[in-house]
């Protein structure tokens, strides 16, 4: 690939800015077709900053569109709003607003990894026009199947990880760093096993920790306490619904387990599965040019 352009903006949804960024390849007049790429992070309540790696899905006709969604990052915060107000037709809102406002309503793929993956199995169910594949990574289909795995995660920590977890749950000082460390443990097993973290994966955590406004009410205070406004939300009878062609993949060590991502292979009619054998969450930094292969080879189907 040659040098990229990239250019950033602001759309509008329900009065609120949401940042977005289109890295394109300079070479783009020399493709046969046009396939924008959209990349919806995780979280809830994350920043797109530690999805940066997929700008290495960057093709002559295959742009890339990154973007923060509300509550975070370089897009509006809402720091006073309640549960009542972040909810999942929300995002989808301001997802369908964001291809609107790019022109890609009729034509786009879309990645969607973790909470984004969810995000991306809802929009999907709902067959929109423009959806011509998509890509769901490590994300559940149910977050009670989420909270299982969760569980049965954390019983294989370490004795005194697992011990200092507890006490600081029963004592309600999650936000000693005693606890952080012991959660950090969890992470660095089934999040991203890549030590020290990348930079982009630092920034996003950073930006959590500024604001976890959205994370805190969606999910819980950490990935393995989810006790927010999700915890029983689930795709799985619906998942029939999804007409278009779909890539599911996760690691061996993922969080999101075996267990998380069946029913979207059980249930979803065309459907792809690739395992990231040496990574957990976050493949697209663990194994970071086989997961690009994968994705791009999928993207690059013509049947």
Known sequence: MGTMKVTAGRAMHAGMQTAYWVMESDDDGAASGWHPLVVVHGGPGCTHDYLLSLVDLVAPGRPVVFYDQIGNGQSTHRPEWSTEEWTVEFFLGELAALLDSLGLSHGYDI?????????AAEHAVRRPSGLRRLVIANSPASMPRWRRAAEALRQELPDDIRVTLE??????TIESDEYKKACDVFYARHVCRVIPMPPEVATTFEWLERDPTVYRTMNGPTEFSVIGSLRDWSVEDRLHQVTVPTLIVHGRFDEATTDTVAPFLDRIPDVRFHRFEHSSHMPHWEERDEYMRVVSEFLDRTD
Request: no cysteine; charged share 5%.
């Open 111 to 119: 990645l969607g990894q973790s909470w984004g993956g969810m995000l």
């Open 167 to 172: 006490s600081h749950e029963a004592a309600g």
